[in-house]
């Protein structure tokens, strides 16, 4: 019986991340064109139960889109809201509390297709790629830019297993 009383539950995976953008067809170009996901969803809700579960007010409506990576695992899903208080209020940035970064992880043989790609999109980037050194995990190569709405989206190139693995037993051998 201590046993079932000390079992927690898992939340399970990530299943999506929800952004809030201003035009859903053009921000389509960004997701779909420049970070190559794919849409699996494109429908419009509303109604008195979705009022109430996101605390909307009445007659409130938005169009989702659900994308996803070729991997399947997790999605992006976008949000044009309608509601009677359609404010315009900027994403949060490094330093805010709350979701500041999306952040997509691509092999490295894929990261500058996915460059070229959200630069032929018509993003910007914030700073041409940069290598970072993770204590107990490795080199990292990333770039940031941002989704027509100034959501910031980073890049990554993450290492693989094996060279985690390596880069843990050189920090062994040679600490700090």
């Known amino acids: 019986m201590s046993e079932a009383?000390?079992?927690?539950?898992?939340?399970?995976?990530?299943?999506?991340?929800?952004?809030?953008?201003?035009?859903?067809?053009?921000?389509?170009?960004?997701?779909?064109?420049?970070?190559?996901?794919?849409?699996?969803?494109?429908?419009?809700?509303?109604?008195?139960?979705?009022?109430?579960?996101?605390?909307?007010?009445?007659?409130?409506?938005?169009?989702?889109?659900?994308?996803?990576?070729?991997e399947r695992i997790g999605q992006v899903e976008l949000v044009e809201w309608k509601t009677s208080d359609n404010s315009t209020q900027k994403p949060c940035r490094p330093g805010s509390p709350g979701l500041c970064v999306l952040s997509f992880s691509v092999g490295r043989s894929d990261f500058e297709l996915i460059q070229k790609q959200l630069v032929d999109a018509g993003a910007v980037l914030w700073s041409d790629p940069v290598v970072s050194v993770l204590d107990g995990y490795g080199e990292i190569l990333a770039f940031v830019t941002e989704d027509r709405d100034g959501n910031m989206i980073e890049v990554v190139c993450l290492p693989s297993d094996e060279e985690i693995s390596s880069f843990r037993k050189m920090e062994q051998t040679n600490p700090k």
């Open 5 to 70: 009383i000390n079992k927690k539950a898992s939340a399970g995976s990530l299943h999506h991340i929800t952004v809030g953008v201003t035009d859903i067809d053009k921000s389509l170009s960004f997701y779909v064109d420049g970070l190559g996901l794919r849409k699996t969803l494109d429908t419009v809700v509303r109604g008195e139960a979705f009022e109430r579960l996101l605390r909307l007010p009445e007659n409130s409506s938005a169009r989702t889109v659900f994308l996803q990576g070729p």
